[in-house]
Every structure is written in C-alpha cells, then in structure tokens.
C-alpha cells in the first residue's frame, strides 16, 4: 500500500487540479488516467499531466463545497485503486450566535447544476463515431462545448487540435476555437468520401477516418500518419488509399522476412551454408537481395541468430524453433521490466 499527502490551496479548489508532486506521481504511476474514490463513495478519474505538472479531475470533489485552503488530503493506493480521504481540515468557527436569536429560516434546497457525464465519467459517456476513430489511432480526445480538443503525445513531434462534425460546429467556430486553445489544427468532419479543402481547416470524410482506424488494425500508424495526411488539408478516400499502398508494402517487407525464417527452419542448428544455398528454398517471390537484408538483420541483435563467416557464407547459432523460443522470453523479461518503477 502507498499513501501520499497534500495541503490544499485556494488554486487547487478553483481549478479543480492538483500540482503532480513526487509522492503523488508514484501514487499514480505513469497510467494516463487512474479511477479514485473520495468520501461517500464519488467515484472521480484523476488524469495526471506530466507535461503542465498537474493532476486534473478533481472539479466534482471541490464542487462539494466540503474542503477549504489548507486542508489536508490523504491518497492511498491499494492495486489498482486509489482512494483520497480527508485527514486534516481547517478549522471553521461557527459565528456567535446573538443574545436571542431569530427563528431559523425554513431550509431551502440549494440547486445544484450536475456536472455532464463526460466530466464525471468519461469512459462511460459516448462519444462520436469519428473521436473513437482519431482514439484508435493513439490521440488523446477531451470534449468541450461544441467541438472536441484532442492531442498527440509525441514529445517534439507532439500536436493539438480541435475537431467537430460538420452541422454540430460552424467552420468559422472551429478556426476561432484553434486559435484560441494554440492547436496546430481544426480538423473538420464530413460526409463526403471526398472533400473538399477549406481554408484554415483540415477537412476528413468520416469514412475516411473510420477506413484509417481499420487499416490501423493490420498495421499501426499513429500522430505522425496523422500529421502527414493534415498537411494536404483533407482526409478523403483517395488521401486513405495511398496509405494503405504504403502498408501493403511494408507489410510484404514482413512477409519476405517471415519467408527467410520458414526457409531457415529448414537447417539444423550450427548448419553452414551459403546464400545460394537459401535462395531456392525461400521461393521466387522474394528476391536474392530482400534475402541478403533479412540474413543481416537476423545476424544482428535482438536475434543473433546468424554468423556471418564470410562474404554470403553463414552459420545458424541456433534453430529457428529455439530462437523463436528465446525471443519471445527476451520480449516477455523486457515487458516485465517496464511495469517496475525506476
């Protein structure tokens, strides 16, 4: 169990945020958003921001009214649950009540403005078709009033934008919006498979993007894919078929690869042989030098599958069997390895 504490301020309760100090970072870990529960039960989704130092989704536990500067939380983390309670609060002296006091009021009941589902919850609230398509591709979506805020956690290649469906947002609204929040883009959602570009704005067809989050499930692309495509000024149909031109390719690279492999099963371990040797056994749809690449490459690490003894002339250290084997212990150590905190 970890536990973390923090006095509040006046900032903290306004703006809904806390500073992402050391305890509160290993409280949190690196998840990008960690499901907490305050008093009575509020169920709250903190997301921490290591880029800006805050941690935010706290608005709803302040809206309570029930915390003031310098009170004391209490974060505790026991799995994958976190819970905040209240350790310490200021003290509120009740005013001195007069000699005879006047009858109490009737009590009133205060009218409360419920915060929308997409703040309390955010994972339960459904979003649009096309903010799950730009999800799937690795964004980061945050809704807010007309239009959505998304961003790309690229470090120096990392972007903004704002983006809204054509009918729901005016063009003009969504160009204003870009400015005012510092996005790099104002992405424009369309019917059309093939739309036409508008100036400051990147116009998508919504099957576009739905054909790009399908084409990402074969193959990943993510913010840099994205980029490319913005810099045209619109994602159409045409603009979604010369990236998969491009991902057939790279994936017949991997076919080649898979086929230098399957030929190589064929020889024993610490077998001697030449690349002329290999060549026929790969078959005719891979060429002599697309062999000679993957032979590099399983001479090298993480493999070190191969000995190059001389120019074309290899021995295999082990069977493919084994190294497959042995790779996917490496990946499984190094998976491990990543959970642990530094």
């Not at 692309?221 to 000024?233: S, Y």
Request: aromatic share 6%; glycine share 10%.
């Amino acid at each position: 169990m970890k536990e973390a504490r923090y006095t509040l301020t006046s900032h903290c309760i306004e703006s809904g945020s806390l500073k992402l100090t050391p305890s509160l970072r290993s409280i949190l870990g690196d998840a990008d958003r960690v499901l907490a529960v305050g008093p009575g039960g509020l169920e709250l989704e903190l997301v921490p921001d290591p880029e800006h130092g805050v941690v935010r989704g706290l608005g709803p536990l302040f809206a309570t009214g029930e915390f003031a500067a310098n009170d004391l939380l209490r974060f505790v983390r026991e799995g994958d649950r976190v819970t905040i309670e209240p350790v310490g609060k200021r003290v509120r002296r009740a005013p001195k009540p007069a000699r005879e006091p006047a009858p109490k009021p009737a009590p009133r009941k205060a009218a409360v403005t419920p915060y929308p589902k997409e703040v309390l919850y955010p994972g339960e609230a459904r979003r649009p078709a096309f903010i799950e398509a730009l999800t799937a591709l690795g964004l980061e979506a945050f809704p807010e009033a007309k239009h959505w805020r998304l961003r790309a956690r690229m470090g120096r290649k990392g972007f903004a934008l704002v983006a809204g469906r054509a009918g729901k947002v005016a063009p003009e609204e969504l160009v204003a919006a870009r400015v005012e929040r510092g996005a790099d883009y104002a992405l424009l959602v369309v019917d059309e498979a093939r739309p036409t570009p508008r100036p400051g704005l990147v116009v998508a067809s919504e099957e576009a993007l739905f054909a790009l989050r399908d084409l990402h499930r074969s193959f990943p692309l993510g913010g840099l894919e994205l980029m490319r495509l913005f810099a045209g000024g619109r994602i159409g149909l045409d603009e979604v078929e010369a990236q998969r031109r491009e991902v057939a390719g790279l994936l017949g690279e991997r076919a080649q690869f898979s086929a230098v492999l399957l030929a190589l099963a064929g020889f024993r371990k610490d077998q001697v042989f030449l690349l002329e040797d290999l060549i026929p056994e790969v078959g005719e749809g891979v060429s002599p030098e697309a062999v000679r690449r993957a032979l590099e490459a399983l001479a090298g690490p993480p493999f070190f599958a191969l000995e190059a003894l001389a120019p074309g002339e290899y021995r295999l250290r082990e069977s493919v069997p084994d190294l497959l084997d042995a790779l996917a212990a490496y990946a499984s150590q190094l998976k491990r390895r990543l959970s642990v905190p530094a």
